[in-house]
């Protein structure tokens, strides 16, 4: 097992990466989490692969607990799951006392979270992700909401979990499409923070998908330490924790504009970087053709797309981004490479450049 920590004053906390530690989370809750009651959170298909191995570990440890599921998909990842998730806590009488826990992949997380950081006020709460996209990315770092028609995530707060227990185990159950998309999220953290992780990842890619212990391990803990280094420089968002946003830009208004249901998240945020790449070394900022073909061919490999579909319309996803909650005066921030390992945010990227780029014709 490896820990990675989240370094934010009194609000520190742990993140374990490891294989088989779902019969531990019992005892790790005990070490992080208040109270005697814990409302646990999580969806139908989590509960029915690994559901008995939690909750046997939750109560031999002594928790009382609350068990609550909503349904799955980012399509319910809205105010009326939220909603449900109250009437659930205060016909549990969840106390402020006690603790909220996420056991699922991104969409149980954020309103999980979400739910954690409104209800009484704030309650304490942790994280048990089960997909790669989770464990890499959703469940570190405090971000917590909820979907608004007009935009993904446009209600929540920051909001940080007491602990974060990543099982790679449990990958094993992810369709080979959950697995791809969740690794987007680990080939971002090479583009935008190191740049010998992302040969790491080129030369360990066929491992990883595999799902080779060792190689998850180290991709998972590698990629919270980055997002953990980023959010504890600027945990709020003000400045540079802007660069985890690489790639969702675009990524966010691909899945608006299909109301959530065409693109898994890793596969928006795939074309996200795509067109991100071919935007920097359009602009001369310094990314090499070299570095494009290394990141495309990456993406490709993992078997994610790095092209709009053609039939989805440039100008209505231009308007999508402008909707942003990244948006500053009415202008995109964009997260662009210099060169594999550091980004840069740049406001002033031409509209034409960008309309002919999500058409496919550059």
Same mark, same amino acid.
């Given at each position: 097992?490896r ?26 809750a ?9 409302m ?22 002594g928790?009382?607990? #609350?068990l609550?599921?909503?349904p ?7 105010l ?82 007491r602990m ?99 693109f ?18 359009? #602009? ?19 078997? #994610? ?13 231009v ?16 997260? #662009?490479?210099?060169?594999?390992g ?21």
């Amino acid at each position: 097992m490896r820990t990675v920590r989240v370094e934010l004053g009194a609000r520190s906390y742990p993140i374990y990466v490891g294989e088989g530690l779902l019969p531990q989370v019992g005892e790790r809750a005990r070490q992080h989490l208040p109270g005697r009651r814990l409302m646990v959170i999580s969806n139908p298909t989590v509960l029915g692969l690994y559901g008995t191995i939690l909750l046997e570990g939750l109560r031999a440890a002594g928790w009382e607990v #609350l068990l609550a599921e909503i349904p799955d998909g980012e399509e319910h990842k809205n105010l009326t799951t939220a909603a449900q998730l109250y009437d659930r806590a205060v016909s549990g009488r969840l106390e402020r006392g006690d603790a909220i826990l996420a056991f699922g992949g991104g969409v149980v997380g954020d309103v999980a979270g979400f739910v954690a950081a409104t209800f009484m006020r704030g309650i304490a709460w942790g994280q048990v992700p089960t997909t790669l996209l989770a464990q890499v990315d959703a469940s570190v770092g405090g971000k917590v909401g909820i979907n608004h028609p007009q935009g993904k995530n446009l209600v929540g707060a920051f909001y940080q979990p007491r602990m974060v227990i990543a099982d790679v185990s449990v990958l094993a159950s992810l369709p080979g499409r959950e697995l791809a998309s969740g690794l987007a999220e680990v080939v971002k953290y090479g583009v935008i923070r190191d740049a010998a992780f992302f040969a790491w990842l080129e030369e360990w890619v066929e491992p990883v998908l595999s799902l080779e212990s060792e190689a998850l391990i180290h991709a998972v803990a590698t990629s919270c330490a980055i997002k953990a280094e980023v959010v504890a420089a600027d945990e709020q968002e003000t400045g540079k924790r802007a660069i985890l946003n690489f790639g969702h830009t675009v990524g966010h208004a691909l899945e608006s504009i299909t109301n959530y249901s065409r693109f898994a998240h890793g596969e928006a945020v795939a074309i996200g970087m795509a067109v991100a790449a071919r935007l920097a070394r359009r #602009l001369g900022l310094g990314f090499s053709q070299e570095e494009e073909e290394r990141l495309l061919g990456l993406l490709q490999t993992i078997g #994610l797309p790095t092209s709009v579909p053609p039939d989805l319309d440039p100008e209505a996803l231009v308007q999508f981004m402008q909707r942003d909650k990244k948006v500053r005066g009415g202008r995109i921030v964009w997260v #662009l490479p210099r060169r594999l390992g550091e980004v840069l945010l740049k406001e002033d990227v031409p509209l034409e450049l960008l309309l002919e780029i999500l058409s496919n014709q550059a």
